[in-house]
């Protein structure tokens, strides 16, 4: 039986990385590096850990506040002088969204 530590075992930043950019729509495939992504990711997991999210001895499930999320990652780009714009964060929170339902990470709010 697979579990969710065997999922966050799976999670492969490099690959997530390649994943978005696939995910991208083309008009944007110019706009957003790789470096713009890892930088959101980066942001991510010190949102998560900030926040109480990665405990590495419990694999229970947590409710992420989305826009909470997505104002910590605008304020940090900001204050790091990072060139982004929040279409292009939401593009790549959703591309990271959809990486992770992909391994089995995230699901959707309603499903049991």
Known sequence: MKTQEDDLLVYD???AVKFIVNFLPE???GKIDDSKI????DV??????ENGL??????????IDEEEMFKFILKCSKKDKMSISEEEIELILEG???YGKSLGIYKEEDED
């Open 13 to 15: 930043e490099d690959d």
């Open 27 to 29: 008009a944007f495939k």
């Open 38 to 41: 890892e930088y959101v990711l």
């Open 44 to 49: 991510v997991y010190e949102f998560y850990e």
């Open 54 to 63: 990665i405990d590495e001895d419990s694999a229970e499930e947590a409710s």
């Open 96 to 98: 990271e969204y959809q």
